[in-house]
Structure formats: structure tokens, C-alpha cells
T-cell receptor
Framework: GAVVSQHPSWVICKSGTSVKIECRSLDFQATTMFWYRQFPKQSLMLMATSNEGSKATYEQGVEKDKFLINHASLTLSTLTVTSAHPEDSSFYIC???????????FGPGTRLTVT | TQLLEQSPQFLSIQEGENLTVYCNSSSVFSSLQWYRQEPGEGPVLLVTVVTGGEVKKLKRLTFQFGDARKDSSLHITAAQPGDTGLYLCAGAPSGNQFYFGTGTSLTVIP
């Protein structure tokens, strides 16, 4: 099956710094990638949708200047959390799809802790 | 925005019992998926349903998509401890952009 990786799997950073999370599709070309965040014991909340080569579309209430998404190639999307604060601590999960399929393939997630 | 409400939110049952999880919305979905997630990992797709009234079976799991494509259910027969996890439904109003339900945390006690 299709494999999506995320890096890093966990990261601890200090308040005010920026953190970049990578999402890669390893064996297929991902025309669309999605970014979610998940708080403990809660469901996944869609943050943004990114299509290769174009600007990401952010969900209502998600600050696009704080969560920078780049989808420069068909196999890589990055999420940068800028000027991170403790309330940004969460589990960030990406998923990827290829053309004309309903299935999205999820990465293993990245645990971000901001101290 | 959470468009899908799942019930129950938490469920703790004995091994061997049956259970049903519901996923309800006032919106119509072109497709709906069910996932199972374990702590610290990404969700794993169980099934995709696209046709109103569709029923799919996956071993002891039975999935149903409502006739109006607004709701779905997941039924587990003879639950086992390995079924423990967070069950999530996710609906796509159109295309492949999915919104997740509120989640159901299942614990099966040996």
C-alpha cells in the first residue's frame, strides 16, 4: 500500500521559535496533501488542504501566517509552525492522495511540544 | 468545523459483546470513511462507502451508509481486546477533502 512518512516524529521547542514538519509520499505522487491537528483524546481537525504548486487553502479559524504550508513537489509538503507557543502543542498529522481516488494515506504523525 | 457527530463518545465493553457506533450529520456526503486510530499513530482506513444504503462487511465489522448519505454506522460483533482504539468516521461533502467526526473511544476488556 501507499506509504506516507513524517519527520520528525516528535519535537520539543521553546516558545517563540519556529518548527518545520515534513510530510512525504514515498511511493506515489501526491497531488493533494492535507494537514490535521489532534489534541489528546479528541478527533482530527482539518487545518488546510494543499495542492502541488499552488497556495494552500486554510480552514476557517486557522491562521495562515502562523501555519505556513508549502507543497513544492508531488512528494513533499511542509508545515511550519511560526513563533510557536505552548497552545500550539499538539499531534500534527498529514495525509496524501493521488488523482481521482477517495482514499487518503496518513502519515504516522508528529508530536509537537512547545515549552 | 465538525460536521459529523459520533455516539457514543466513550464505550467500554466486555470481550465477546456486540456494539454499534453511530456517525450522524445534517450534511450530505459524497463518500464516507471509517478509521481506527491507536495512541501516537496516524489513523488507519477501515472502509470507504459511497452509495446510499450501502453495506460493507470486514470480518466482524459491518458498516452501513444511510440511504440519504447523511449518516453511517459501524457494528462490531464479538468484540476482542484487539479492537480497542479510537474509531473515527470522516465524510467528504465532495471530492476528497474529508472532515472527521468527533470520535468514539472503544475499550474492550478481556
Amino acid at each position: 500500500g501507499a506509504v506516507v512518512s513524517q519527520h520528525p516524529s516528535w519535537v520539543i521547542c521553546k516558545s517563540g521559535t519556529s518548527v518545520k514538519i515534513e510530510c512525504r509520499s514515498l511511493d506515489f505522487q501526491a497531488t493533494t496533501m492535507f494537514w490535521y491537528r489532534q489534541f489528546p483524546k479528541q478527533s482530527l481537525m482539518l487545518m488546510a488542504t494543499s495542492n502541488e504548486g499552488s497556495k494552500a487553502t486554510y480552514e476557517q479559524g486557522v491562521e495562515k501566517d502562523k501555519f505556513l504550508i508549502n507543497h513544492a513537489s508531488l512528494t513533499l509538503s511542509t508545515l511550519t509552525v511560526t513563533s510557536a507557543h505552548p497552545e500550539d502543542s499538539s499531534f500534527y498529522i498529514c495525509s496524501a492522495t493521488d488523482r481521482a481516488v477517495y482514499e487518503q494515506y496518513f502519515g504516522p504523525g508528529t508530536r509537537l511540544t512547545v515549552t | 468545523t465538525q460536521l459529523l457527530e459520533q455516539s457514543p463518545q466513550f464505550l467500554s465493553i466486555q470481550e465477546g459483546e456486540n456494539l454499534t457506533v453511530y456517525c450522524n450529520s445534517s450534511s450530505v456526503f459524497s463518500s464516507l470513511q471509517w478509521y481506527r486510530q491507536e495512541p501516537g499513530e496516524g489513523p488507519v482506513l477501515l472502509v470507504t462507502v459511497v452509495t446510499g444504503g450501502e453495506v460493507k462487511k470486514l470480518k466482524r465489522l459491518t458498516f452501513q451508509f444511510g440511504d440519504a448519505r447523511k449518516d453511517s454506522s459501524l457494528h462490531i460483533t464479538a468484540a476482542q481486546p484487539g479492537d480497542t482504539g479510537l474509531y473515527l468516521c470522516a465524510g467528504a461533502p465532495s471530492g476528497n477533502q474529508f472532515y472527521f467526526g468527533t470520535g468514539t473511544s472503544l475499550t474492550v476488556i478481556p
